[in-house]
């Protein structure tokens, strides 16, 4: 691990973007050159880096140009479009974005479950969800030793998942809602402070908005388990960072709680808090800025024979997104793909 | 329902005491002499009632004597100590505690679901939960048609469940954020400004806390089906007022999401707003001061072959509370029960 790596980070001066120089600073990774890219409209900006200010160039294809390591964080349409560039370019790509996800020759990683699949990436390798990400490694660990046959999940996503425009409308309507003034909606569906909304992403045909139907197909994809059955709530919360998940599974033989607790205990990347009679469970609040998947409230589901019940909360811009794609990276240094 | 009824509140300066009040003056209760009743604390407080101020006494066993009709709002060893002596000062109590509701002598009810039960009374009729009100108006109708076998329920509480101090609290952690204040934690376990609480009042052996609990037992209580499996995470919520839920059921046989909404737009109570396209399903800020059961986000659940997804609100303080005893009394009138 001597050797440095070129990095850029396409979407720079997003919330995750800016997640992205902090972990990798945090972490110490060993960048060599680092280019901060965005749209032109943030040309001219920087991002701190180490002490010092990155400059924020507009992307362009010949910006990956001698980079071993790009990790995307833009909208579908964008890494649709640069990600191949990248890739050809010779980078290996981390996106962030749905663009990839699905694609059967573009492997979906969590480093904690599917470690192994980096390994068929043909230069793009995709991040899954936020939801996505603390739920199955959290899972997993359960289902190898007592496979699950169904997960439902409801969730409580904080705003930041939804970008900065969303952080700053919940603080701004806050505000309002403090001094007495009309509240204004723009970036959400409707008004998010003193209120929930039931709605992430776009409708299907069959009801369920695509935050829902990510966490059936990215579960499946990552766990290799084409079978489990899933389904979803996703809800928007008034909360910065963080998302909460209530979670209940099927297993195939019953389990008790305390089997679960030794298993998340010993887990990579989990924390367990669970002694709820000392009110201590996973907080969106005590998430934010941490690294790890915490779980609580572990109990046998009641309603059903082979039932667990938990609740699973995570720094969303952190392992669900920007530490993600870094430990992807780092996994793939340790397996000398670069 | 020429007569009046003489009527005490007992609890009648709390949030839900207050929503009593605003209720029976909307709907036009008949009512005779009216006793607001409290704790020695509230003596010498009023409350509104058709432009009238109507003074607050404690609350002493001579206070029900003459009343025909009793709506208790307290706490359970409150409720536990005094209807039975409301009940033979002659009164029917409504109760909205904990105290009675599992008790086999009291029929819990929801005039929608089981309006016979009150015949049944002795004197003392308990009033659900107000996450198990809501939940039942939607379920009961689809019950009846298919019955239900499994319900999972996740909840998004707001703070007026756990009463005015818990309203107060979230109002000054909103206040204190945005002028850059130290929060202050009391009346919940935990900030609950730009935060979400798994946890609604205490802990079982089992792991599930007594909010959950409520939503097992009284469902199968009020529906008059003990073998229904019930599930639940409860959560508190920075909402003011306005209950949701994200419940998944299993039902006898498959049905489809349109046949669910049509069942729904003709059940008593139940108002659909089913349009998600178009940013249109029940949130908890437009529940606030309506008296119906709002459902939509009605879908198949594609985890399971005979399951049903859906998204139920209500306002907590009316037909969670007030509004739902007050029912109870207009149907006994009916019933010739006064």
Redesign the interface.
Known sequence: MARTLNIAVLGATGLVGRTFFRILEERDFPVGELRALASERSEGRTVPFKGAQIPVHAAKPESFEGIDLAFFCVDDDISREMAPIAARAGAVVIDKSNAWRMNPDVPLVVPEVNPEDTRLHEGIIAGPNCTTIQMVVALAPIHQVNPIT???V?S?QSVSGAGTAAVEELDAQ??A???DEPVEVSAL???IA??????IGG?SE????SEEIKL?NETRKIMHAPDI???A?T?R????IGH?E?V?VELTEPMT?ADVRDILSRAPGVAVIDN??Q?E?P???DAEGRDEVFV?????????PQ?I?M?IVSDNLRKGAALNAVQVAELMMEQGLF
Chains 1, 2 share one sequence.
Request: with cysteine.
């Open positions: 169904r997960i439902i409801d409580y806050n505000r809602l403090v001094n569906p409707h008004q003193l209120n929930v909304l039931p709605h409708f069959n009801g369920y908005c059936v059955a899933v389904s709530t809800v919360v008034p909360v910065h909460s209530a209940h709680a709820p009679a009110a469970y907080l969106a609040l609580g409230r572990i109990r046998r589901d009641i309603s059903h039932g019940a609740w």
